[in-house]
């Protein structure tokens, strides 16, 4: 069975930082694409960094240069570390596998919220 459980949410103050993780289990994620996702109250959900299976990162606009995404293939972990948040990053985060024929597996979030 494919388990995906990302942990590391909290309240953190504006202008913070935090770490989020994504353990996996039933797959080996170091071969396929992994993102961050991320849905705010009343708003879809927006793609919030990748890493390809080759290790190639891409960013949302939104978050680009405050953000990094990795990955530890000994752990089959993701992260996704956050600084100089602001309250619009306030949203439940998830993390997403991206595996063979396009099948994907989620996990159940972690919330993060943004706020003095």
């Known amino acids: 069975q494919v388990q995906l459980v990302e942990s590391g949410g909290g309240l953190v103050q504006p202008g913070g930082s935090l770490s989020l993780s994504c353990a996996a289990s039933g797959i080996m994620i170091s071969i396929y694409t992994m993102s961050w996702y991320r849905q705010a109250p009343g708003k879809q959900r927006e793609l919030v960094a990748t890493i390809s299976g080759r290790g190639v990162t891409d960013y949302a606009d939104s978050v680009r240069g405050r953000s990094t995404i990795s990955r530890d293939k000994d752990k089959n972990s993701l992260y996704l570390q956050m600084n100089i948040l602001k309250p619009e990053d306030t949203a439940v985060y998830y993390c997403?596998?991206?595996?063979?024929?396009?099948?994907?597996?989620w996990g159940q979030g972690t919330q993060v919220t943004v706020s003095s």
């Open positions: 997403k596998v991206e595996s063979y024929r396009s099948r994907e597996y």
